[in-house]
C-alpha cells in the first residue's frame, strides 16, 4: 500500500522569500507523484507532476520540486513567494501500474506574511 | 473548454436523510474518481470508475455509500441514512486513458460541501 506524508500542516513564510513544503511517500513499487494546490474556496488545480525521466520538475506559478528515489522524497519548492501563492498545497502519489486512485498527503497550508 | 462541474455546491441535511451528489466530468474522459475531504484532513480515496464499471470501490466508508456512472458521462454518488461523520467535502475528478495503460492527470470539481445536522 501507498502512503504520502506532509509533516508540516502550516507553513507561515515572508513575502519573496524562498519556501520547501516537504513531502514523502512510501511505497513497494514505482510511482507517479504529483503536487497540487487549493486556493481558498475553490477546487484542486495540478501544479506539477513527475511521471518519469528528469528528477527535477517544473510546474506553474514558478514552483519547482525533486523526485528523490532515496530518500522517497518529493519535496516542493519556490525561490521567491508571493501574497497569491497562499493556499493549501497537497502531495499525491499514484501506482505505475494498475492502480488508479492517488493517495494524498494531510496539506500543508502556506501563509504568505507581507 | 467546461472543466469537472459537481452539483450541488452544498448541501446541508438531516441525519438519516439520504442524499444525492452529481459530477460531470470533463467531456471524452473516460475515468472518473469520487474522493472525500474531512475538516482539517488530507483528501480520501472512494471509488473509480473507467467508462461505466467500477474496478475500485475499495474507498467507500460502509454500505451506505453508492455510486453509479452513465457510460461515460454523469455520476452520481449516493449516501444513505447519513451521519454527522460524512459531512465532508465530496470532490469528484475525470481524466483520460490513454493507450498502454497510460493515465493522465486528474482534473478536480469545486466539490459539494455536505453538512449532516
Known amino acids: 500500500a501507498q502512503s504520502v506524508t506532509q509533516l508540516d500542516s502550516q507553513v507561515p513564510v515572508f513575502e519573496e522569500a524562498p519556501v520547501e513544503l516537504r513531502c514523502n511517500y512510501s511505497?513497494?513499487?514505482?510511482?507517479?507523484l504529483f503536487w497540487y494546490v487549493q486556493y481558498p474556496n475553490q477546487g484542486l488545480q495540478l501544479l506539477l507532476k513527475?511521471?518519469?525521466?528528469?528528477?527535477l520538475v517544473k510546474g506553474i506559478n514558478g514552483f519547482e520540486a525533486e523526485f528523490n528515489k532515496s530518500q522517497t522524497s518529493f519535496h516542493l519548492r519556490k525561490p521567491s513567494v508571493h501574497i497569491s501563492d497562499t493556499a493549501e498545497y497537497f502531495c499525491?502519489?499514484?501506482?505505475?501500474?494498475?492502480?488508479?486512485?492517488?493517495?494524498f498527503g494531510t496539506g500543508t497550508r502556506l501563509t504568505i506574511i507581507p | 473548454g467546461a472543466g469537472v462541474s459537481q452539483s450541488p455546491s452544498n448541501k446541508v441535511t438531516e441525519k438519516g436523510k439520504d442524499v444525492e451528489l452529481r459530477c460531470d466530468p470533463i467531456?471524452?474522459?473516460?475515468?472518473l474518481y469520487w474522493y472525500r475531504q474531512r475538516l482539517g484532513q488530507g483528501l480520501e480515496f472512494l471509488i473509480y470508475?473507467?467508462?461505466?464499471?467500477?474496478?475500485?470501490k475499495s474507498g467507500l466508508p460502509s454500505d451506505r455509500f453508492s455510486a453509479e456512472r452513465t457510460g461515460e458521462s454523469v455520476s452520481t454518488l449516493t449516501i444513505q441514512r447519513t451521519q454527522q461523520e460524512d459531512s465532508a467535502v465530496y470532490l469528484c475528478?475525470?481524466?483520460?486513458?490513454?493507450?498502454?495503460?497510460?493515465?493522465?492527470?486528474?482534473?478536480f470539481g469545486p466539490g459539494t460541501r455536505l453538512t449532516v445536522t
Open positions: 475528478a475525470s481524466s483520460l486513458l490513454g493507450r498502454n495503460r497510460i493515465r493522465y492527470e486528474q482534473y
Open positions: 511505497s513497494s513499487v514505482s510511482v507517479y
Open positions: 513527475y511521471l518519469s525521466g528528469s528528477t
Open positions: 499525491a502519489v499514484t501506482e505505475n501500474f494498475g492502480n488508479e486512485k492517488l493517495t
Open positions: 467531456s471524452g474522459h473516460t475515468a
Open positions: 470508475f473507467q467508462g461505466n464499471s467500477a474496478p475500485d
